[in-house]
């Protein structure tokens, strides 16, 4: 079993930064696919960046390349997404999350199989 657990979230202002981390424990496998996602109001959960722990691939959404980076630490268990240039339309919860399937990164419509609770993100105009 997987625990993720989010943290970073917060209001920021149209144009700033935030941070976003993602710690997690118990039993992984040697290689897995990490990503975040996200929930904005009235709109289904969608993959955001995606990131494999054995190449260090990155997948992102159109919406956010240029802005977003996700970084993985593999010794640390800690998964970033650093988002600049924030828009309100970047509002939402966000959530980590893992699955042993590290090929899951290469399709973006397939979701990992263990998820944190989530962090929220509100951009102010």
């Known amino acids: 079993q997987v625990q993720l657990g989010e943290s970073g979230g917060g209001p920021v202002k149209a144009g700033g930064s935030l941070r976003l981390s993602c710690t997690y424990s118990?039993?992984?496998?040697?290689?897995?696919?990490m990503a975040w996602y996200r929930q904005l109001p009235g709109k289904e959960r969608e993959s955001v960046a995606r990131i494999r722990s054995d190449i260090f691939s990155t997948i992102y959404t159109d919406s956010v390349k240029g802005r977003f980076t996700i970084s993985l630490d593999v010794a640390a268990k800690s998964l970033t997404l650093l988002m600049n240039s924030l828009r309100p339309e970047d509002s939402g919860m966000y959530y980590c999350?893992?699955?042993?399937?590290?090929?899951?990164?290469?399709?973006?419509?397939?979701?990992?199989?263990?998820w944190g609770q989530g962090t929220q993100v509100t951009v102010s105009s």
């Open positions: 118990g039993s992984t496998t040697s290689t897995y696919c």
């Open positions: 999350g893992l699955d042993p399937r590290e090929w899951l990164c290469d399709e973006p419509r397939r979701s990992p199989n263990y």
